[in-house]
């Protein structure tokens, strides 16, 4: 364990908490930082604080409306479908959402004093969203770094992993059984193993299926 501080970009949904019980098995201190923008659903909030008190961590919860105000879409209107046509991105991309979060993120670990930042971005959304690239990541990382001459690294657990993979990081810290009843992964709202017919349900459901599949046909865990 790193005798640092942490920040956890967290929203309360199946990747940030894998990434929160992540930070406390690498980090000596951890706190969480969610952000408002009047998404369509204010039940992640209440999650992602319900989780923080649950284990006991500082928890920060940043206004960021105005982004809701220029960058309308599914996940922040409710009078706009959730849908992803082919060669478009879907409409529940927020633009510029993961740069904000990380720049903001940022400046809150300059302010407190912590030099690592972890987030719950992966590769395997690249298709839909463009903020959530590896390439992305390291250039706001070396962004953030010039722009308040700092040291600060932003940490990417899952870039690499797919929804399964995702599940099965979760079995080895411990936390599957917490991360599959208490976060809300959910489009449409719905906490645990959600709605089941939003594209959010569908991967995470996918994703759990596949690891369960290959524990019980004798798969390494």
Not at 87 to 109: D, H, K, M, Q, Y
Not at 131 to 153: E, G, P, Q
Not at 165 to 174: F, N, Q, R, S
Not at 181 to 190: E, H, I, P
Request: glycine letters at 8%; charged letters at 20%; a negative charge.
């Amino acid at each position: 364990m790193r005798n640092d501080k942490a920040i956890v970009v967290f929203s309360g949904g199946q990747d940030s908490t894998t990434c929160l019980f992540w930070a406390l098995k690498q980090f000596k201190e951890v706190e969480a930082v969610t952000f408002n923008y009047n998404q369509r659903h204010k039940l992640e909030i209440d999650v992602a604080k319900s989780i923080a008190s649950e284990l006991g961590l500082k928890h920060h919860l940043l206004d960021m409306s105005l982004l809701n105000q220029l960058a309308p879409n599914a996940l922040t209107r409710n009078e706009i479908a959730i849908d992803h046509k082919d060669g478009e991105l879907p409409s529940t991309f927020v633009p510029g959402r993961n740069l904000v979060f990380l720049s903001f993120a940022s400046i809150l670990a300059h302010q407190v004093g912590a030099k690592h930042i972890i987030t719950g971005v992966c590769e395997t959304d690249f298709s839909g969203y463009p903020d959530c690239r590896d390439d992305f990541v390291k250039s706001c990382n070396v962004t953030v770094n010039l722009a308040m001459d700092t040291s600060i690294v932003i940490h990417t657990p899952l870039m690499w992993l797919n929804k399964a993979e995702t599940w099965k990081l979760a079995d080895e810290l411990g936390v599957l059984n917490f991360v599959k009843d208490k976060t809300l992964t959910c489009y449409n709202g719905v906490v645990a193993d959600g709605c089941g017919e939003c594209p959010a349900c569908v991967l995470r459901k996918r994703g759990l299926d596949d690891y369960l599949s290959s524990i019980e046909g004798g798969g390494s865990k």
